[in-house]
């Protein structure tokens, strides 16, 4: 592997306040293969600015600077808006954390997620029908014709967060960042989306960002994990070892998450500044 | 003394039954918990016991007195309901201080200016908040209000809805010492919904797992901590809710 799929060197996200600007994602620097990342943080901590800095989503009057922000040797932050339509869902596409609010209510599913290639392609509208149908049935749908002829309200949180998957998979994506994408589920639907994830991302081999503030599910999800607090990485580790971790900032996060095993009288809490 | 006790209540949202002949009994000061997915009907039976689900059969009764299917001002001395999204519970144009009042004059107590400055005490919740709107809050510090409205009518059971799921680790870690010293120094009974067992292993003595509006297995929390719950699904939930980090 010589160019690595993304090369982030210096990221900062600024934003203007009435005190003057504020940087919610500070000097980020990180480089990203085909495999599993993990970014962990607390609200505010600029996880999702982050993500969404890389498809260059910052809308004014927010502001990205970086030394370098590469994806595939092209450089992101040159592009024009076109170039970056281009790019977007073709090439790096992402999940949002609720599935409620990321569907077109008027758009039937099937419709919603064949809209999601055609912009990037021509196809024939029968080969059309039969990319969506097999991508639901990738996801784990049963029954998939009926289902692409539902509305977004006709399904579950769970369905519906499968079909967001569907739609951000099926124009074959280098890069997926899932950003919080199971927060609005059940622990028990969370494990199935997860598992249908993981399952693509190893049949593709495509690189992933997983944002979460969820350190259980990250670490035993993802290879490599960064811990993000107030906009700037506090740490960097290989997944397994997320329990040796020495920042006293994370070290602090794993404490205070209550175990199954619990017998602490009082839990450890972070000491606010 | 029982706290609360509830004998084949069935609860209905129109024609569909959302529970089957929920039975259980929590003892005074006791602290227990309701566990499942959504849609396994826990929230329901919380919302039935509130009134905020009225159409139901079979019995409540609380510490005695059996519940009416109105509402009923005697009950709600007793019992008080913190939710789950502290950003959805407040009302946004109240200050914390009208918050706070609101239930004082509803049951016409006076002296309401002591009593709130007590409560905001009681939940570590400084003095300088007091006027302040909901949004001027982080969701940590909303929370903290919306248990000391749900404190101000020294209620003796507190239901309490998904009080940590919309919080940050580091956040629920302070809301849940919170919670479990109020119950100390109130000697307050605690009826939990939630589908985090982590956290019914930190703060219940008991616990049940419900699924498709059931009760499976009625558990001590002891048989949680040592993996010895006895039916399957209740295992496999429980299972899927260990955490994975070796510290």
Not at chain 1, 25 to 32: A, P
Not at chain 1, 222 to 232: F, K, S
Request: charged share 25%.
């Amino acid at each position: 592997m010589t160019v690595p799929l993304l090369d982030i060197d210096g990221l900062t996200v600024t934003f203007p306040s009435p005190r003057g600007p504020v940087e919610v994602v500070r000097n980020l620097s990180f480089t990203l293969g085909r495999e599993r990342l993990g970014i962990v943080g607390e609200s505010g901590s600029g996880k999702s600015m982050t993500g969404r800095s890389i498809l260059k989503l910052i809308r004014p009057p927010g502001r990205v600077t970086a030394k370098k922000l590469a994806f595939d040797g092209i450089d992101l932050l040159a592009q024009s808006e076109k170039q970056m339509r281009a790019i977007r869902g073709a090439r790096i596409s992402m999940v949002m954390q609720d599935p409620k609010f990321s569907l077109n209510p008027v758009m039937t599913i099937g419709e919603q997620i064949g809209e999601a290639l055609v912009m990037h392609q021509r196809i024939a509208r029968g080969e059309l029908k039969r990319r969506v149908a097999t991508m639901l049935e990738a996801v784990r749908i049963e029954d998939p014709e009926r289902v692409a002829k539902l509305y977004p309200h006709e399904v579950s949180g769970g369905m519906g967060q499968r079909v967001m998957i569907a739609m951000m998979l099926i124009p074959e994506p280098d890069l997926l960042i899932a950003d919080e994408p199971t927060s609005a589920l059940d622990v028990s639907v969370q494990a199935q989306v997860l598992e249908i994830i993981d399952d693509l991302v190893k049949r593709t081999g495509m690189g992933l960002i997983f944002i979460s503030h969820d350190l259980n599910l990250v670490a035993s999800y993802c290879d490599r994990i960064l811990v993000m607090r107030r906009g700037e990485v506090v740490e960097t580790c290989r997944a397994a070892e997320l329990g040796k971790a020495l920042d006293p900032y994370t070290r602090g996060l794993l404490a205070a998450i209550p175990r199954i095993d619990e017998t602490r009288a009082e839990l450890p809490v972070l000491e606010r500044t | 003394m029982t706290a609360l006790s509830l004998a084949d209540l069935d609860v209905f949202y129109g024609e569909t039954q959302i529970t089957h002949a929920i039975t259980l009994a929590v003892a005074e000061g006791e602290s227990f918990a309701l566990v499942g997915e959504s849609g396994s009907g826990k929230t329901t039976v919380l919302r039935a016991i509130a009134g905020m689900a009225p159409d139901w059969r079979g019995a409540i009764t609380v510490f005695g007195k059996p519940r009416g299917h109105g509402i009923d001002r005697d009950f709600a001395r007793q019992c008080q309901v913190v939710f789950q999204d502290p950003y959805g519970s407040l009302h946004p144009r109240k200050t914390i201080d009208a918050v706070l009042s609101e239930p004082l004059a509803i049951h016409g107590i006076a002296d309401n200016g002591r009593c709130v400055a007590e409560a905001m005490d009681a939940v570590g919740l400084d003095q300088r908040f007091r006027f302040r709107f909901p949004h001027q809050l982080s969701g940590g510090q909303r929370q903290r209000v919306a248990i000391a409205r749900a404190l101000m009518l020294e209620p003796k059971l507190l239901l309490l809805d998904e009080p940590t799921s919309a919080l940050d680790v580091s956040v629920q870690a302070e809301i849940l010492n919170l919670l479990k010293r109020l119950r100390r120094e109130h000697g307050l009974t605690y009826l939990l919904v939630t589908h985090n067992l982590p956290v019914v292993s930190f703060l219940c003595d008991r616990l049940a797992v419900m699924r498709q509006g059931r009760i499976l297995e009625i558990a001590d929390v002891g048989q949680l901590q040592r993996d010895a719950l006895t039916d399957p699904y209740a295992r496999e939930l429980a299972r899927l809710g260990a955490p994975a980090i070796a510290i």
